[in-house]
């Protein structure tokens, strides 16, 4: 809700809104209940008497070039951007992703953008379309940039879910454990895929390799509506909107927005904590019971969506909906209770086969606090490019954390006005003792805990928050600190410093989001190689390799087996080192005709092997060069990012 304007205010052009907050577009529950219910204790408090806009700064030009400047660098920054574009080569790729391979064009424009975004943001006379506007570039270029200069899809994960879509295609249904072992917890949880098969055939494609690059970008822009409606539940102010939301986009590169249910499952979690942030409050409730049960209805489809597609958002959810309980603005239980309820009757019915296998690693790994998080960010990485991009990962989360908690101790209205949305920040901490989620947790709490600690972030950046009748006391008594002087320090330390920060962490997204690109890319000969492997394979045959880190390494798992050597003891895989074609010759003996046995090694895997310190390049070198000397085995096919070598079988003539 914003209050009604001064006299001061009203020099600026912008629409007024109603007084009451239950009748203002865009209100949340907390603002309306503090026009209803005057005589409560919350309201009589000044931090939640309305607030002024946390910026009194003049527009720098005005009438029509006030209103049409703001193109201007949006404009020269996609256009730097573009070219970029052209003249950006991938094809060889080092430690530092694609850090090293941008062209220097791409990080001018950058800075053009963020510097355009600041200057456009703050301004109170611009439209609020071109914040928007930029907001889109910024997606754009984080986001797109690698679908347009990659020519195969990123991310072994991203290509394991689509082996996974099509086996859901070609099995016709779900299946057990018995059937296609470990893989099983993907018919466990079928949510993600089976709409995505459903939207491959809509789309009449082959494979969902067709659009998957570009899910990055549309799995943001999913998040965009939600995050705008949970921030306009606590201000109206569209500089802390929009300053908010281009935090969160900069400081959300855990990578989490690829092909995978994960995505989906994130946009819908933020989607449900924006229709209760601001349609379960207390004044909603008292607004009519009619109109909670729709809301009700429409956080139900939500959740069941959420519950069938991924495991870890439900339980990130419910510890986020126990923390508003805590708020009396949103003592509330029914979306508490009908998560808790519908998640439980999904793990004692369609997921009961895994949790029963789960559960004794899960239980100990409850209160190791040290171990889930060593496993995240305790992890070392190798090599110089590896350590540089993974410390830009984590100054640029240390950094909007910091920025969050100055924030909140220096914001005090902000603090009791938002304190919904610091509770929901707050509620993923308790996770890291749950578990190490697969030594991912430390990245899911960040993720969760992003939302909010963008909001708070922003706030930091801005001037100082004044309930309305601070600045009308301000006024009265002719105090130019806190009124007037901001007017002339439009060009002072409070628009360079936050500037630098907001510059510096958009620039830091880059190496955090795409610095592991070469782990990450297969070139098409990669991928052709692959699919050669699997086109020409038998049922019933085994393929070997370092790791899992190459496309497709997934496809056919219900009818082909798979072994990564180095998932194994260590013990063993110093053997294959000592001893590579004897070794891995007696590890793949077993398979018998029709089916063959393969041992592939690609550019993914060595890469992959090499920044995550397991086995170096002079050591992968040696276990091919023991392969294509040996007589038990033979060269298949090659190409410049692999090799692909066979068993040769005993008895009959060798194919």
């Known amino acids: 809700m914003r209050p009604p304007v001064t006299p001061r205010e009203r020099s600026t052009p912008e629409p007024t809104p ?343 690693d899960m239980i100990r790994s409850i209160g190791d606090v040290g171990a889930n998080v060593e496993t995240g960010y305790g992890a070392t990485p190798t090599g110089t490019g590896a350590i540089a991009t993974s410390w830009a990962a984590r100054l640029l989360s240390g950094s909007v954390l910091l920025l969050a908690a100055v924030g909140v101790l220096r914001q005090r209205v902000l603090r009791h006005r938002a304190r919904p949305l610091l509770l929901v920040a707050a509620a993923p901490l308790p996770m890291f003792a749950a578990s190490s989620y697969g030594s991912e947790m430390i990245f899911r709490v960040l993720l969760f805990m992003l939302p909010g600690a963008a909001f708070f972030a922003a706030a930091a950046l801005l001037p100082k928050v004044r309930t309305l009748a601070a600045g009308a006391a301000a006024q009265e008594t002719g105090d130019r600190q806190a009124t007037g002087t901001a007017r002339s320090r439009r060009w002072g330390i409070g628009t360079w410093v936050p500037l630098a920060a907001l510059l510096g962490g958009t620039l830091a997204f880059v190496p955090a989001y795409s610095g592991k690109d070469r782990i990450n890319y297969f070139p098409p000969q990669e991928v052709a190689l692959v699919r050669q492997l699997f086109d020409q394979a038998p049922d019933g045959s085994l393929v070997v390799a370092a790791n899992r880190n190459y496309p497709d390494a997934y496809a056919s798992y219900w009818s082909i087996d798979h072994y990564w050597f180095l998932d194994d003891a260590r013990s063993h895989v110093d053997k294959i080192v000592r001893e590579p074609a004897a070794t891995l010759a007696d590890d793949m003996a077993g398979v018998e005709r029709p089916a063959r046995a393969y041992f592939l090694l690609t550019q993914g895997q060595l890469a992959n092997s090499e920044m995550n310190g397991q086995l170096d390049k002079a050591q992968l070198d040696r276990i091919r060069k023991s392969l294509a000397a040996s007589p038990r085995f033979r060269l298949v096919a090659e190409n410049g990012a692999g090799w692909l070598y066979a068993l040769k079988q005993s008895g009959g003539a060798e194919r």
């Open 18 to 360: 109603a007084r009451d907050g239950a009748n203002t577009p865009g209100s949340g529950p907390e603002t309306a209940s503090q026009s209803s219910s005057p005589s409560s204790s919350e309201s009589s408090s000044p931090a939640h008497e309305p607030v002024t806009d946390l910026s009194d700064l003049p527009p720098a030009w005005s009438g029509r070039r006030a209103l049409a400047w703001p193109g201007l660098p949006l404009l020269v920054a996609l256009a730097l951007w573009a070219y970029a574009m052209r003249h950006t080569d991938v094809s060889r790729l080092d430690d530092y992703g694609l850090v090293s391979a941008l062209h220097p064009t791409f990080w001018a424009g950058l800075a053009v953008l963020t510097t355009g975004f600041w200057f456009t943001v703050r301004d109170p006379r611009r439209p609020g379309a071109w914040p928007a506007a930029y907001v889109l570039g910024l997606l754009v270029m984080e986001r797109a940039t690698q679908a347009v200069l990659y020519p195969t899809p990123l991310y072994a994960w991203a290509w394991k879910h689509e082996a996974v879509i099509d086996h859901l295609l070609t099995a016709g249904g779900l299946q057990t454990a018995d059937q296609v072992g470990d893989m099983a917890v993907y018919d466990q949880w079928p949510g993600f895929f089976a709409a995505q098969a459903a939207l491959q055939r809509l789309l009449g494609v082959d494979s969902a390799a067709m659009f998957m690059a570009w899910w990055p970008l549309a799995s943001s822009l999913m998040l965009l509506l939600p995050l705008l409606l949970i921030y306009r539940t606590f201000t109206e102010d569209r500089r802390l909107i929009w300053t908010a939301v281009w935090l969160f986009c900069v400081a959300n590169w855990v990578g989490q927005d690829y092909f995978s249910p994960q995505s989906v499952a994130y946009a819908l979690h933020v989607g449900v904590l924006a229709v209760v942030l601001r349609r379960f409050g207390r004044s909603a409730v008292r607004r009519g019971r009619p109109r909670q049960a729709v809301w009700t209805v429409v956080i139900t489809v939500m959740i069941v969506a959420i519950v069938i597609s991924h495991q870890l958002t439900p339980g990130m959810l419910a510890v986020c909906l126990l923390a508003l309980c805590l708020s009396r603005r949103y003592r509330d239980w029914v979306p508490l209770v009908t998560t808790v309820v519908i998640f439980l009757a999904w793990c004692l019915t369609a997921a009961l086969p895994f949790l029963s296998a789960a559960m004794p």
